[in-house]
């Protein structure tokens, strides 16, 4: 979902990257900087149940994402650690949101939800892992019906409809959907790369 949006938020975050580069900042020190933000607002304020400070600073956060992607072109400095870095450090982003949520829920009592939720962090993990070890045998675990990008902005929606108080619900409902959609692409990737090793012989 989000990457549907990559050619625009580029656009929109090219002279943003352009006044950092001649400020003299890395694009690696970015992605920290982004990741530590995102760490700190979901586990922070998510416990606490303030879901919309915490959601609104977290996408703040989120476009760094975006932003050190922009800046590596333009100064011509991408490289494979920089693509490791931003891929580790999405990891712990993702664990941090998904880890104030079982925090959220836990402090609460709800012990049904606080497991929900951490289902969905374990299974996000295991989503990523898939791929990267299929990739690291020379094969490919890309499919999916629950990408990085569409559990991200799903919990985030959901967080921000939740802190506005439009519907309370929606986070736990957000919560059981991705649960079973990351199940489903967990499956459909490790299915994906047993065809290709069967097909390898």
């Keep these: ?27 690696d020190a970015v992605t920290v900087v982004g990741t530590l933000g995102v760490a700190a607002s979901a586990l922070w304020f998510f416990p606490r149940g303030e879901l919309l400070v915490g959601t609104l600073l977290i996408a703040v956060f989120v476009f760094s994402d975006t932003i050190d992607g ?3 072109r333009h100064s011509g400095r991408t490289s494979s650690f920089g693509a490791f870095l931003d891929s580790s450090l999405d990891r712990i982003g993702d664990a941090s949101i998904f880890g104030g949520l079982v925090l959220y829920y836990a402090w609460r009592g709800e012990r049904v939800l606080t497991c929900v939720a951490l289902a969905v962090l374990v299974l996000g993990m295991l989503v990523s892992y898939v791929r990267a070890r299929a990739e690291g045998l020379g094969m490919t675990a890309s499919v999916g019906v629950a990408e990085r990008a569409d ?21 736990a409902v957000a919560l059981w959907v991705l649960a079973v959609l990351s199940a489903i692409t967990v499956l459909q990737r490790i299915l994906a790369v047993r065809t290709q090793a069967l097909a390898r012989g």
Excluded: D
């Design 151 to 171: 559990r991200l902005v799903l919990i985030l929606v959901a967080t921000f409809v939740t802190g506005t108080g439009l519907w309370e619900p929606m986070v």
């Design 1 to 27: 979902m989000l990457n549907r949006f990559r050619a625009l938020a580029t656009r929109i975050f090219t002279p943003v990257a352009k006044i950092l580069l001649r400020l003299g900042v890395s694009p």
């Design 70 to 72: 922009v800046m590596a």
